[in-house]
C-alpha cells in the first residue's frame, strides 16, 4: 500500500484530521503515553475513515461505469448525451479526485468537451490528464486530440509539436499512424509542400492510414 500524503487528502476534513494526528503521534512519540487519548481518537478515526473510503469506492466505481457507457452510447453532432456524460465525469472528479477513475474521468471529460466543441476546456482537460497519468495507456490519445484541438484552432505549429510529442514519448503506439497522417496535413495547410509530401510519403509505404495519405496527396 502507498505511503498516504497530505496533499492526498485535501478536501476531506476527517482525513485531514487523522493525517495531523498520525503526524503528531509521529513525531512525538514520548508523549504517547501521557497523551493515549489521541492513539485511541486515530484508531477510532481511521476505522470511520475506512468505512467512508470503502463507501467512496464502490460509489465511484459505479458512475464511472454508468459515465463511460453513456459516453460510448453518445452520437457526434448530439450535445445532450455528451452534456450528461461531462457533467457525470466532473462530478467524479470533484467528488473522488483521490481515486484512479477521477485521472481516468480527466481524459473522458475531456473528450466530452472536445465533441461540445469547447475546445479550450477540452485541452485544459488533457493536458491534466497528461500530468497526472503519463504512462497511461490512453496518453497517446490524449496528445492527439490536443493536436486536433489546435488544429481545429487553426494553431498548426502548436499542433505539429504535440504530434512530435506522441511519436517522441509513444513511438509503439496505435497512435503514431493518425499522428502522422496529422503532421501531413498540419505542413500541408501550412503552406510547407515538400514537407508534407515526404510526410505522406512515409504513410504511403508502410502505414494503415496510406489510402487517407493518398487521398491528402491527391490535395497537394
Given at each position: 500500500?502507498?505511503?498516504?500524503?497530505?496533499?492526498?487528502?485535501?478536501?476531506d476534513?476527517?482525513?485531514?484530521?487523522?493525517?495531523?494526528?498520525?503526524?503528531?503521534?509521529?513525531?512525538?512519540?514520548?508523549?504517547?503515553?501521557?497523551?493515549?487519548?489521541?492513539?485511541?481518537?486515530?484508531?477510532?478515526?481511521?476505522?470511520?475513515?475506512y468505512?467512508?473510503?470503502?463507501?467512496?469506492?464502490?460509489?465511484?466505481?459505479?458512475?464511472?461505469?454508468?459515465?463511460?457507457?453513456?459516453?460510448?452510447?453518445?452520437?457526434?453532432?448530439?450535445?445532450?448525451?455528451?452534456?450528461?456524460?461531462?457533467?457525470?465525469?466532473?462530478?467524479?472528479?470533484?467528488?473522488?479526485?483521490?481515486?484512479?477513475?477521477?485521472?481516468?474521468?480527466?481524459?473522458?471529460?475531456g473528450?466530452?468537451?472536445?465533441?461540445?466543441?469547447?475546445?479550450?476546456?477540452?485541452?485544459?482537460?488533457?493536458?491534466e490528464?497528461?500530468?497526472?497519468?503519463?504512462?497511461?495507456?490512453?496518453?497517446?490519445?490524449?496528445?492527439c486530440?490536443?493536436?486536433?484541438?489546435?488544429?481545429?484552432?487553426?494553431?498548426?505549429?502548436?499542433?505539429?509539436?504535440?504530434?512530435?510529442?506522441l511519436?517522441?514519448?509513444?513511438?509503439?503506439?496505435?497512435?503514431?499512424?493518425?499522428?502522422?497522417?496529422?503532421?501531413?496535413?498540419?505542413?500541408?495547410?501550412?503552406?510547407?509542400?515538400?514537407?508534407?509530401?515526404?510526410?505522406?510519403?512515409?504513410?504511403?509505404?508502410?502505414?494503415?492510414?496510406?489510402?487517407?495519405?493518398?487521398?491528402?496527396?491527391?490535395?497537394?
Amino acid at each position: 500500500m502507498s505511503k498516504l500524503k497530505r496533499h492526498n487528502l485535501k478536501g476531506d476534513d476527517l482525513a485531514l484530521w487523522i493525517y495531523d494526528a498520525i503526524e503528531y503521534v509521529k513525531k512525538n512519540p514520548t508523549k504517547i503515553q501521557t497523551y493515549g487519548g489521541i492513539a485511541a481518537g486515530v484508531l477510532i478515526g481511521a476505522i470511520i475513515l475506512y468505512a467512508a473510503v470503502s463507501t467512496s469506492m464502490k460509489n465511484v466505481k459505479g458512475q464511472f461505469s454508468q459515465a463511460q457507457v453513456a459516453y460510448q452510447q453518445c452520437v457526434p453532432g448530439e450535445k445532450e448525451g455528451y452534456t450528461k456524460a461531462k457533467d457525470v465525469f466532473t462530478s467524479i472528479i470533484n467528488k473522488y479526485g483521490f481515486t484512479k477513475e477521477a485521472k481516468f474521468a480527466r481524459f473522458y471529460k475531456g473528450a466530452c468537451c472536445y465533441y461540445l466543441g469547447t475546445y479550450d476546456d477540452a485541452k485544459a482537460c488533457f493536458e491534466e490528464f497528461l500530468e497526472k497519468c503519463p504512462k497511461h495507456p490512453l496518453a497517446p490519445a490524449a496528445y492527439c486530440r490536443i493536436g486536433n484541438i489546435y488544429e481545429q484552432k487553426k494553431e498548426f505549429s502548436k499542433a505539429i509539436d504535440s504530434y512530435k510529442s506522441l511519436l517522441k514519448n509513444y513511438p509503439q503506439s496505435f497512435e503514431v499512424h493518425e499522428a502522422d497522417l496529422s503532421l501531413g496535413r498540419c505542413y500541408q495547410k501550412m503552406g510547407n509542400i515538400q514537407q508534407a509530401k515526404k510526410v505522406y510519403g512515409k504513410i504511403i509505404t508502410s502505414s494503415v492510414w496510406a489510402d487517407e495519405a493518398r487521398f491528402w496527396w491527391k490535395n497537394l
